[in-house]
């Protein structure tokens, strides 16, 4: 699959270009930025990789796919530019500003015949990909309640005003880990922290409550601004509970400067001593490591456009993230629980 990069900002350059690179069946062939600046950290980053100044001039020079990383203001006509041209479009999260907004995209996509995936890659977390081993593996019972909490030391990176905030961000990644572990959502209930004033207050910490269909109750929370750093997971089920306390194993990995098609076996672990633990009628058990793999995420895709299996994450399944994340907001404003 010959795919290009739209933007070389923080998501192009550390959480795209790396693993497109490693990934099975795709060939990264051109990366879009109107930065000088970028455009020579693109030859640091992918030696000999064309820059282009646009879309358009990606798309003439003849790509299978896209990954549009702009932005989330600029994201919606870039992804139906893409499908207009009949190309195949990977979307940065938050991939529509509500679910109307990505419906429409949806729509567009499957008339134009072509694949809309949402780079929910942190499906692909070690910790996330351990505990979905630990849930199949029938030791928990019947889980009950989960709390997964995700604190960031990074308060300049919180993005101001009405399309930013922390929720849209570390949020949509937590609400779509917790929706595909335990189903969708019955109700919503949260509370949110801000920063800022005017046209600049945002949500810059949260605490989210979901009821699922399954009957699992999850608890999901973040801040960037704190100075603060904790990824944990606590799962009480009725045969046991799990507790994990990670690190953002293959985020941490890239901005130290390593690769995961530099090392492919190794790439994506938790180090032993932050093993998660099972706690069963048997006893303490530490879990190993499973790998963390957002190349995966990509090697899935263009199995999909080849036809050979489905697509990582269908925009489609990712309308009732945003249904979430708004009711949310919702809650938070009116104090009360929000239906679904």
């Known amino acids: 699959m010959r795919l290009g990069v739209v933007g070389h900002g923080v998501g192009g350059r550390y959480f795209h270009v790396p693993f497109v690179q490693a990934a099975e069946g795709v060939e990264l062939v051109g990366i ?39 932005p989330p203001e600029t994201r919606r006509e870039l992804v139906l530019e893409a ?77 101001l005003g009405p399309t930013g905030g922390l929720l849209r961000d570390l949020g949509a990644h937590l609400v779509d880990q917790a929706l595909w ?85 190794t790439f994506g672990y938790e180090l032993e001593e932050r093993w998660g633990t099972l706690h069963t009628d048997a006893g303490a058990e530490k879990v190993p490591s499973a790998q963390g793999s957002y190349k995966n995420y990509y090697r899935d895709f263009a199995a999909a456009v080849r036809g050979e299996g489905p697509q990582p994450v269908p925009a489609s399944e990712v309308i009732h993230t945003l249904e979430v994340l708004d009711a949310a907001r919702r809650a938070a404003e009116t104090g009360e629980v929000i239906r679904l």
Not at 34 to 40: K, N
């Open 32 to 70: 879009v930025t109107r930065s000088p600046e970028r455009a020579a950290q693109v030859e640091l980053d992918a030696p000999g990789t064309p820059v282009y100044g646009s879309l358009t001039e990606l798309i003439d020079a003849g790509v299978d796919a896209v990954t549009i990383t702009t």
């Open 181 to 265: 572990l335990f189903g969708r959502a019955t109700s919503v209930y949260a509370r949110m922290d801000w920063a800022g004033e005017g046209d600049d207050r945002t949500d810059s910490a949260f605490v989210v409550d979901l009821d699922h269909e399954s009957g699992v109750h999850s608890t999901l929370s973040a801040t960037k601004v704190n100075h603060f750093q904790a990824r944990q997971l606590r799962v009480y089920g009725t045969d046991g509970s799990y507790y994990s306390d990670g690190t953002d194993v293959q985020a941490q990995a890239v901005f130290a400067g390593r690769r995961p098609a530099d090392e492919p076996d």
């Open 83 to 159: 499908v207009a041209r009949g190309v195949h479009v990977i979307a940065d999260k938050p991939f529509a500003p509500d679910p109307r907004g990505g419906q429409d995209l949806v729509d567009a996509a499957a008339d134009a015949g072509v694949l809309l995936s949402v780079f929910h890659n942190r499906r692909w977390d070690a910790d996330i990909q351990t505990l979905r081993g630990v849930i199949d593996s029938g030791k928990l019972g019947r889980i009950w309640r989960v709390e997964s909490r995700f604190d960031l030391d990074e308060p300049a990176t919180l993005e």
